[in-house]
Structure formats: C-alpha cells, structure tokens
C-alpha cells in the first residue's frame, strides 16, 4: 500500500529539548515536504526536497531543520523546540509531474511546554 | 505568487442537500487544482484534481468540483450530502511554472464542512 508514514504521531516536551520527527515514504517519489497546520492559517510549508542532498526553505523555517540522504527518509528537526512550534505537522510526498498529487502522512501533534 | 482563497470558514448542510464548498485561486497561466479532504485526526486525503480537459472533474466519494477559468473559481460540490461527509476541506493549486518548490501547492485556509442530520 503506497504510504507516508510519520513518527511519532503524539509528542509532548520540554523547551529546548531535541527532538526529531520522522516520515518514511514507499512510492520513490522524488519530492518530499513539512507542513505545519495551525488554526485560521491553514498549511504552511516549513521546508522541502526536491531529491536526495537537496533542501530548501518553504514559508516558516525558522527553528526546523531537515536532511534528505535517503530518498524515502525525510526527517524533521527540531534543535531547541519552543512553545510556538506547538501545532499539528504533516510530511507530504509527490512524484515529478505537474499533475501528481501529494500523498500526505497521517500527522504529528506537538506540544511544546 | 499563487494563492488560494475559502471564503467560508464553515459550511453548514442538511443531510441529504446538495452541498458546495468555495475555491478561487489566483496563479499566472493555466493552474492545476486539487480538493483535498482531512477527517478529524487523520492527514489530507486527496478527493480529485483539474488538469485540463472537461471543466467538471469527478472524483472520490460522489464529489465533484467545477472549473470556471473566468471566475478563477473550483468549487466542490456533491449532490446529496451525508453525515460521514462532515470533515474539513482543502483547496490547492499549483501553478504551470512550478519546478523551484517541490511539489509547488499551495493551500486554501480550509473549510470546515458540517452535515447535520
């Protein structure tokens, strides 16, 4: 079954403790994206891969990091995690193609105290 | 830049009515546009997508969504609403020129959807 899968999906902790939330996808796409969703602001693209080695910036990358050096791992980072990174995360993938829809994970809700 | 209007933060439907959720977009050249559908703890699932061709586009679970490229419009609409319908729905498009952004889609702010029996 073609998948995105994140973990956790639950996490609660502590200002400025690492942490790491992982997605995993099985369709070889090429394309791979964070999203954080908040209330009334609806989805906003923290960072995303085009391939493995290439990352960029989406609309909200300040305290994320990612890295891609597997083209089905795409993990998000958070080095010291603060209480307004509190909200619901989604990993997304997509094959090349202007056509191609996302498959999106089934998500990750954060709580920063 | 794209973007991705709902107007509606909330639509309300009696089981049974048909129902419409509002999309206007606005993007350089010819959009492609995708509903995406998300239930209460799960991630977006997606409904159905414009690429080119027929301006009606059908999709998962009877719904359906029209293209208007004079009203940069792409409403979902269904024509009989069901409880299990109630979730909140999601509006993306991506433009023709996308390749710098990965998948390129940029989303809607979401309406919630309520079928009340």
């Known amino acids: 079954e073609a998948q995105v899968t994140q973990n956790p999906r639950y996490l609660i902790t502590v200002t400025g403790k690492k942490l790491t939330v992982t997605c995993s996808q099985n369709?070889?796409?090429?394309?791979m994206s964070w999203y954080r969703q908040d209330p009334g602001l609806g989805l906003r693209q923290i960072y995303y891969?085009?391939?493995?080695?290439?990352?960029d910036k989406g609309d909200v990358p300040e305290g994320y990091k990612v890295s891609r050096k597997e083209k089905r791992n795409f993990p998000l980072i958070l080095e010291s995690p603060s209480p307004n990174q509190t909200s619901l995360y989604f990993c997304?993938?997509?094959?090349?193609?202007?056509?191609?829809?996302?498959?999106f994970g089934q998500g990750t809700r954060l709580t920063v105290v | 830049a794209q973007s991705v209007a709902q107007p509606e933060d909330q639509v309300n439907v009696a089981e049974g009515n048909p129902l419409t959720v509002k999309c206007t977009y606005s993007?350089?050249?010819?959009?492609?546009l995708f509903w995406y559908v998300q239930y209460p703890n799960r991630g977006l699932q997606f409904l159905l997508k414009?690429?080119?061709?027929?301006?009606l586009v059908k999709g998962s679970y009877g719904f359906e969504a029209e293209f208007n490229k004079s009203q940069t419009s792409f409403h979902l609409k269904k024509p009989s609403a069901l409880v299990s319908d109630s979730a909140l729905y999601f509006c993306?498009?991506?433009?023709?020129?996308?390749?710098?952004?990965?998948?390129?889609?940029?989303f809607g702010k979401g309406t919630h959807l309520i079928i009340q029996p």
């Open positions: 997304a993938s997509c094959g090349q193609g202007l056509n191609t829809e996302a498959f």
């Open positions: 369709m070889n796409h090429e394309y």
């Open positions: 891969s085009m391939n493995v080695e290439v990352t």
């Open positions: 993007v350089s050249g010819n959009p492609y």
């Open positions: 414009y690429i080119t061709g027929d301006n």
């Open positions: 993306a498009v991506r433009a023709p020129y996308s390749g710098g952004g990965a998948d390129g889609l940029t």
